[in-house]
């Protein structure tokens, strides 16, 4: 690339040149010449963040200046992927940035991809923490992220002859230029020891907890900046440090690696996010995780606020805390405990208080994700937080006997302790109590916890669950995504629609105009071409980019039902194969996601999808009608290449088992039709898009329930699928997987038997399901159509909708919201 002379840039892009370019040598000690792109990115990163500190400083002062109510986000993850287009699209500079490095000899493309991706978070959860904190920003609402700066993060999923390998994240090697370090920032918190109970007069004792050891946690800030660069929040992480860190006498003695032992055991905390719990060793270490942010985040927030207006007792009225699921549940112990403790606050007023802050969102109705912990464990690990526990569940049950005295299932049934299979803490319960609201991620999923998993917590407290369907950032998954649909839909509708999706039904009668559809698919055939060029490079595939790209992208899980899709690849393999005469729809079957690395069975089905894609891409018959690309390592940045370039969106859970899911958002929004059941935000999509432009299949949440009350074995279903039994008869005979012919009889034997995910119950609806994409698919107008008006009908799943919703009925807090 030839540099353009300084002169012929425009101002500011000729002074974000000489801004980078100071950064580089300045900063980063390196010269132009031997520069590489990562330094390159880093420089840039330095030279945008400058443009955006002066605003965050000043909107962190004007808070409490004016009297500002604050929300305080905690979560376990948050997966905010790579960072600097996001920076500069929300501050209007793309132009700018793009000039000014290239008046370097730079590509912005090539600069941009160097950067890596956070590795904050596994999927669903922590995007939508992300999304959610770019549009409290977008909508001018202060506010900090709480969470934990992992140094490794979800592991780095790489594939070896088709099995999961999981190795460890590196984002942070070379630095992260968008945070700030704090270490004065930091917070003493203990684990282990003892309590003290001491006399404060005769009838009253004060308790002192007495840590065996203690831990800081130290503060790292990165801005948020929201769209057009009106308002700027931060996302405080933290990071463990040891206060002890080298035992020198121990050192000295030539005990080299035992002097280092503590520290390292330490600051293990914020080594890796979700550490296998299998042992006792990683349950530990989770819960030390839980506890080590929440506590962080409550002394930082209680620190800030005695500093403004010197008394807890206005807390309620100054924060809006909000518990992202079920990890930071501990906080509503830790806030009794800041409070009595600390504090000298009353019992009753402490819990006033505590409850008048925090609200609770739960994002499944999964048992094993609902957390609970060993009595013995919270014991030991937090002695002062298990008594405040029991004495919450005291006076909890206390309440409940009053109004339902001799109820014995009752009072079970919403303990804080379980007794059935050894004595645990249930932390969804202290969740429920300790809000004083608590939220479902959609309209289904909210009214399922009122009917299943919080079914008589909502009995005793009608009211308290309200629904809040989950939202996207338009700013990330269309307009940085997708610039050319974004052009596009501007060209059509106008450029309101940047800043108000709402408008987004306006492009409706564009559905019937032969011409825009024309241009939509346009675009669609430019990204499906990035994407094929993508697997071409990555898995050394080559695929069509005219092929239906049909798309499964989210974590691995047994009710997402990857083994489904999986199983109708295979049907449709063999029915090519048996009727090549037929006009099959080409087509690509796309799969990213990552399994839990102690999740066996998901790994299994990981390697399924492999060996499955072995035999059907080398074999020559097929003619390129059926393709299979499991792309691996799936991040935000994959997902920003794959969400425009899909034509069919898999949506496929067991009905009831999917709180919301962003993901089909994401792709409906980009134009693609989905196929699904009637689950999660599957069902609201299906009310704003039309029953005629998604493809719904499957058994109803109420008609899986009745299935496992009568119970779910599978063998009925084969023997009524002439189809689903051959195809299991292919894998579990070793088709497909001939070095190891046994390797999937377990896993074909479980859908035979406890077919708890509904996956062979499904399988013929599914099947005739997908012919009825191929039928849409053959007629291109109406395919294109359908997408349209998928893109349409999407302004209501923004997430500043969302938020607005939070501020407006959870938060009390006011919002700049025009959408």
């Known amino acids: 690339m030839i540099p353009k002379p300084e002169a012929m840039l425009p101002q500011d892009a000729a002074a974000l040149s000489q801004a980078i370019l100071r950064k580089l040598t300045y900063d980063l000690g390196k010269s132009r010449t031997g520069a590489r792109d990562r330094d390159w990115f880093m420089a840039t990163a330095l030279a945008v963040r400058d443009r955006v500190v002066d605003r965050w400083l000043e909107q962190l002062r004007a808070a409490y200046d004016n009297g500002a109510k604050q929300v305080y986000y905690l979560s376990l993850e948050f997966l905010v992927g790579r960072l600097l287009r996001d920076c500069i699209s929300n501050i209007g500079l793309n132009e700018e940035v793009s000039a000014a490095l290239a008046s370097l000899g730079m590509e912005f493309e090539k600069v941009r991809l160097a950067e890596p991706d956070a590795a904050l978070g596994n999927g669903g959860l922590g995007r939508l923490a992300a999304c959610f904190m770019e549009s409290m920003a977008s909508l001018e609402i202060p506010a ?284 969804g319960h202290l969740a429920f109590i300790g809000s004083h609201k608590v939220n479902g991620v959609s309209a289904l999923h909210s009214e399922l916890l009122k009917q299943t998993v919080f079914a008589d917590f909502n009995a005793l407290a009608p009211g308290r669950i309200v629904n809040k369907t989950n939202g996207i950032t338009f700013r990330r998954w269309l307009h940085q995504s997708n610039p050319g649909l974004t052009r596009l839909l501007v060209d059509a509708v106008g450029p309101e629609v940047l800043d108000r999706p709402s408008v987004l039904p306006a492009l409706v009668p564009q559905a019937e105009d032969a011409g825009f559809r024309s241009r939509f698919a346009a675009v669609k055939r430019a990204n499906k071409e990035a994407l094929a060029t993508l697997i071409r490079h990555n898995l050394d595939l080559k695929v069509d980019p005219g092929a239906l790209f049909d798309v499964q992208i989210k974590r691995i899980h047994e009710y997402k039902r990857q083994l489904l899709n999986i199983l109708e690849t295979v049907a449709l393999y063999d029915a090519i194969r048996a009727q090549p005469m037929q006009d099959w729809v080409p087509r690509v079957k796309i799969f990213a996601g990552k399994a839990a690395a102690s999740y066996h069975r998901a790994k299994l089905i990981i390697k399924l999808a492999h060996d499955v894609a072995r035999v059907v891409n080398s074999d020559p018959t097929l003619r390129g009608a059926l393709k299979l690309a499991f792309l691996p390592n799936y991040n935000v940045s994959l997902a920003e290449l794959i969400v425009p370039a899909a034509d069919l969106s898999e949506q496929i859970s067991t009905a009831g088992m999917e709180a919301s899911g962003t993901g089909n958002m994401k792709l409906a929004l980009n134009g693609a039709l989905t196929i699904g059941t009637l689950d999660g935000a599957n069902v609201e999509i299906l009310e704003h898009v039309g029953a005629e432009n998604i493809h719904i299949f499957g058994l109803t949440t109420a008609e899986v329930a009745e299935r496992r009350a009568a119970g779910t074995r599978g063998e009925a279903a084969v023997a009524a699928s002439q189809r689903l039994g051959e195809v299991l008869e292919a894998i579990e005979s070793g088709v497909f997987s001939p070095d190891e012919p046994g390797r999937y009889r377990e896993l074909v034997a479980g859908l035979r038997g406890d077919d708890y995910f509904m996956v062979a119950a499904d399988f013929d609806r599914y099947w005739a399901a997908q012919r009825e994409v191929d039928a849409r698919w053959r007629d291109p107008a109406a395919w294109q159509r359908a997408a349209v008006l998928n893109t349409a009908h999407m302004g209501w799943f923004s997430s500043d909708r969302t938020i607005a919703e939070y501020a407006e009925d959870i938060w009390r807090v006011p919002v700049a919201y025009q959408g």
């Open 144 to 427: 900090f992220g709480y969470g934990i700066r992992y140094e490794h993060g979800l592991f780095r999923q790489l594939v070896r002859d088709g099995w999961q390998r999981e190795y460890p994240e590196d984002w942070l090697t070379f630095g992260n230029p968008w945070e700030y370090a704090r270490p004065e920032v930091a917070h003493d918190i203990g684990f282990g020891g003892s309590v003290e109970a001491v006399a404060v007069s005769e009838l009253r004792v004060r308790h002192v907890w007495h840590p065996a050891e203690t831990v800081q946690a130290v503060a790292y800030d990165t801005p948020v900046v929201g769209w057009r660069g009106r308002h700027v929040n931060t996302l405080r992480l933290w990071s463990a440090r040891a206060i002890d860190p080298l035992k020198l006498d121990a050192f000295n003695f030539g005990d080299h690696v035992g002097a280092l032992a503590d520290r390292m055991r330490q600051e293990s905390i914020c080594k890796v996010l979700y550490p296998s719990d299998e042992t006792p060793a990683g349950q530990e270490l989770r819960l030390r995780q839980e506890y080590f942010f929440a506590s962080a985040a409550l002394q930082d927030l209680v620190r800030r606020h005695l500093r403004v207006y010197g008394d807890l007792r206005s807390l309620p009225e100054k924060v809006a805390i909000q518990l992202n699921d079920t990890h930071p549940a501990i906080a509503i112990a830790e806030l009794m405990r800041i409070c009595v403790d600390q504090h000298d606050i009353a019992w009753d007023e402490a819990w006033e208080i505590t409850r008048g802050c925090i609200s609770y969102t739960n994002h499944t109705l999964l048992p094993e994700a609902l957390e609970s912990w060993p009595v013995p464990l919270m014991e030991r690990l937090l002695p002062r937080h298990m008594q405040i526990i029991y004495l919450i569940n005291a006076h909890h049950l206390d309440s409940v006997r009053q109004a339902h005295p001799e109820d014995g299932r009752l009072l079970s049934s919403v303990s804080l302790i379980e007794e059935g299979h050894g004595r645990r803490v249930r932390m």
